[in-house]
């Protein structure tokens, strides 16, 4: 080893020497040994080039700024991941490399394009989970097709044609099979050295990580910060050990998870500890909730040619509690996300979903608080019971009856499945059975009509979003014609959808009525997410020009800059609680932003029950000030919304001034403090949360206390 290490140490001296002295000529000289290299190693040098020029096209098409582009942290250890994995192909005879990198550059193709295509509809990268969840995206094929896959994710499908290339011309030159060593040693001693390159590659590139890296990194929470940083290849490694972690969970983290739980829940109360106006005021009535598909709150503003998008929900909005600054936190799970957010007032999962990969756990959910206060409770959806995994999960959830596809009469599909009318309909008789057995009852109807991809247009009723206007003849006279406006665009095929849920909502809720089944209830209704259209669509909305049949230019006066954050913000949802009780007295609207992790402990003080790990809080009691934190680490408070995966942030009076066309950046300032704050809040939040679903410690911390529950109403203080 010694004498090894003396070599090494001559030739590098001798190497400096020879820089030192004739420093053109040593350049030459590296040069020439650089292109000697290609030369005996031009397939590997193809693999290498091809695939990391691959992971910089998808971070610069995915992320868009050139800051990215030009980033060298990330390129260098996407070159050393494949510069690893591409130097086992040396321990293969040379006829047998070009299978060997042709399979490693297909997967990673694989993962860009995947990525790609993924990114466009999620704005986030995907997960190695996501395909334990493929079976349910057969459903929505139509979907992915349409509104998923773009012709231009194949672009990167060039570096596998570009391998095949080099290699037909290496075996029509007769170069394929030239190495300038034949025996098997020779074939080690280069897959050693070129391993040992892309290892120190990546050693260089760990010298620049920094604690907020290594950190963020480990959460896996914010993606597009961990490709940005880390590069697509290393962020599916770690993806990949965070896809596992549900299955070593006794050997991976266990004690780590137990001390964080234990830190965040030692100050929290066991019982209920507050009042307000709201308290109890619903104890013992019938709850109905209305799990809303793809519904925004900025459908209830608009109208076309005069007439409302939503009027039914308009109206119950005017007559309820209205929380139009409402925001879904849903992750790849989507609606099983919602569905799970608002049961349990817990973040979805860094990895899967819990609907699929944590149905398992003890969860402390609405079902079984209410159940202990002696409510029946069900679940309605008329979809396949396995889809989503729910036929499991609702059990785990505490549902008593889960009503799903085989109760029901599949007598008219629109979309996906039952229409919403017919699902309404059929869910009244149900009602009305449950209602007779004299017992308080909890359900959800989960709808499924108003899910992309949203192309049944001649199902969904007569609702024209065209523009109408008047022209004058020459003879005098006036004609009204119609300008298409939003008409055969994905955006207004939303709306004619969205129109013709509102009339299925104003429907059941008539029928609800005459069959006396709103006495003694609450109505719920909450948007489950947004509608995952792109920020494209929104131009024709905001910018449609009359005359063109286009788009306003970007000087035109009327010209509307529909930016990343307003369509962040648009994609807030709808959350309505109604009673006869709020239509006479007590209807409101409230301005506080609230997640959907807040809606249980909203209704627990309303209902009188409570939930000892809730992470959400009561909106009545929180005041102004409350913070709603998303998956990817992004969070949301009255002043100011953040994205942690650019680093940066929007102040919200910048847009309320920007209308008022008088604002000066000492306007909406915002302090250091104030972000770092929030970011603390947001990754305490989003560990606290994943730690207990993973491990399942709410089963362990019950066992510990030898407590069954925790769930108790007993307020002693009043604020």
């Known amino acids: 080893m010694k004498t090894k290490f003396k070599n090494w140490m001559k030739n590098i001296k001798k190497d400096w020497n020879t820089f030192r002295k004739n420093p053109r000529e040593y350049a030459i000289m590296i040069f020439n040994c650089m292109r000697e290299y290609v030369k005996n190693n031009t397939l590997f040098f193809t693999f290498v080039v091809a695939c990391t020029f691959n992971a910089l096209l998808l971070r610069f098409f995915t992320i868009h700024t050139l800051e990215n582009l030009f980033y060298f942290a990330p390129f260098l250890l996407d070159m050393a991941i494949v510069i690893i994995l591409g130097s086992f192909c040396y321990l293969f005879k040379p006829k047998n490399r070009f299978t060997y990198l042709f399979c490693v550059m297909a997967l990673l193709t694989a993962i860009c394009i995947i990525n790609a295509s993924y990114f466009g509809f999620y704005k986030s990268f995907t997960s190695i989970s996501f395909l334990s969840m493929t079976v349910y995206i057969s459903d929505v094929g139509d979907a992915v097709v349409k509104q998923v896959i773009h012709p231009q994710d194949w672009i990167y499908l060039w570096a596998p044609l570009a391998l095949i290339i080099v290699y037909v011309r290496l075996r029509m030159t007769g170069k394929f099979y030239y190495d300038e060593g034949k025996k098997e040693a020779r ?270 247009v001649d199902l969904y009723g007569d609702y024209d979003v065209d523009m109408k206007g008047t022209i004058l003849l020459e003879d005098g006279t006036s004609k009204t014609v119609s300008y298409p406006y939003m008409e055969g665009t994905l955006l207004g095929n939303y709306f004619k959808s969205v129109h013709y849920a509102d009339e299925a909502l104003g429907e059941f809720m008539e029928a609800m009525d005459k069959e006396g089944l709103l006495d003694n209830t609450v109505v719920v209704i909450y948007g489950d997410h947004d509608a995952r259209i792109g920020i494209e669509e929104y131009q024709r909305l905001y910018n449609y020009d009359i005359e063109t049949n286009g788009l306003l230019d970007a000087n035109s006066p009327d010209y509307v800059n529909f930016d990343n954050y307003q369509y962040e913000l648009n994609r807030k949802v709808p959350l309505i609680i109604w009673s006869k009780e709020t239509k006479e007295k007590i209807h409101t609207t409230v301005d506080t932003p609230m997640g959907m992790i807040d809606v249980m402990p909203t209704l627990g003080n309303m209902f009188g029950f409570y939930n000892r790990y809730q992470l959400g809080h009561d909106i009545f009691s929180v005041g102004d000030d409350n913070i709603v934190v998303f998956p990817n680490g992004n969070w949301l408070s009255n002043v100011v919304y953040y994205n942690a995966q650019k680093n ?15 604002f000066t950046l000492d306007d909406v300032a915002i302090s250091n403090d104030y972000i770092e704050q929030g970011n603390l809040y947001a990754n305490q939040l989003l560990n606290v949360s994943n730690s207990l679903i993973v491990f399942d410690l709410i089963k362990h911390d019950q066992e510990t206390q030898n407590s069954s529950s925790y769930y108790v109403d007993e307020r002693t203080v009043t604020p």
């Not at 940066?648 to 008088?662: D, G, H, I, N, T």
Request: proline share 3%.
């Open 187 to 456: 074939y080690k001693k280069k897959f050693k050295n070129t391993f040992i390159f892309g290892l120190a590659c990546a050693l260089v590139f760990c010298l620049s990580l920094d604690n907020t890296k290594c950190s963020r990194f480990g959460n896996q929470w914010n993606r597009e910060y961990i490709v940005m940083s880390f590069g697509i290849y290393m962020y599916h490694i770690n993806d990949l050990v965070k896809s596992i972690e549900p299955q070593i969970t006794s050997l991976f983290g266990y004690d780590n998870a137990v001390k964080t739980f234990d830190d965040y829940y030692k100050d929290v109360p066991k019982t209920a500890t507050s009042k307000n106006d709201y308290t109890d005021i619903f104890k013992g009535k019938n709850l109905i909730v209305i799990h809303y598909e793809s519904m925004q709150t900025s459908n209830m503003s608009l109208s076309f040619n005069g007439d409302p998008l939503t009027p039914n929900l308009n109206q119950l909005a005017k007559e309820g509690i209205f929380f139009n600054n409402f925001y879904s936190q849903v992750s790849v799970g989507t609606s099983s996300d919602t569905e799970f957010t608002y049961n349990t007032s817990l973040m979805p999962t860094s990895s899967g979903t819990a609907f699929v990969s944590y149905f398992d756990r003890t969860y402390v959910t609405i079902p079984k608080l209410l159940k202990e206060q002696g409510y029946y409770t069900f679940s309605m959806h008329a979809n396949k019971a396995n889809y989503w995994n729910r036929d499991l999960m609702h059990q785990s959830l505490g549902y008593d009856r889960f009503y799903s596809k085989e109760d029901y009469d599949i007598d008219e599909v629109i979309g996906l499945g039952l229409s919403d009318k017919s699902f309404y309909r059929q869910s009244i008789e149900k009602l009305k059975a449950i209602k007779e057995e004299g017992q308080p009852y909890y359900g959800v109807l989960i709808t499924l009509t108003n899910h992309t991809p949203f192309d049944q």
């Open 648 to 662: 940066e942030y929007v102040p919200l009076a910048y847009y309320r001034a920007k209308e008022e066309e008088q």
